[in-house]
Nanobody, 123 residues
């Protein structure tokens, strides 16, 4: 019914930039928060930043000012701009969203995840 599709991952060298995209599609009535998480190998998934539908944004300290989140409600999309990437940023990056499914505000509200996109930073 609902799909979150991420794109933009890949392999880069330290200091370079990447922009990840996530687009929600399917039977969507509305989207509440959208956010980005990452998971280091062998670790728990951690929150990078989350943005409410009104644009209110929360970041974790791990972003260190190098990451920027932007949201396009018309496209049901959220983006993660990552600058000055470091080897320790190597992880699988996930998109997450709270979505009301169907054609009514009374539809079922669910928490959805993308499939993840690998980001590798290495010289």
């Amino acid at each position: 019914q609902v799909l979150l599709a991420e794109s933009g991952g890949g392999s880069v060298q330290p200091g370079e930039s990447l922009t990840l995209s996530c687009v929600a599609s399917g039977e969507i009535f509305s989207i509440g928060y959208m956010g980005w998480y990452r998971q280091f190998q062998g670790k728990e998934r951690e929150l990078i930043g989350i943005m409410a539908s009104d644009g209110a944004l929360s970041y974790l300290d791990s972003a260190e000012g190098r990451f920027t989140i932007r949201r396009d409600n018309d496209k049901n999309a959220i983006y993660l701009q990552m600058n000055k990437l470091k080897p320790e940023d190597t992880a699988v990056y996930y998109c997450n969203a709270e979505i009301t499914v169907g054609n009514s505000k009374f539809g079922q509200k669910g928490n959805f995840w993308g499939q993840g996109t690998q980001v590798t930073v290495s010289s």
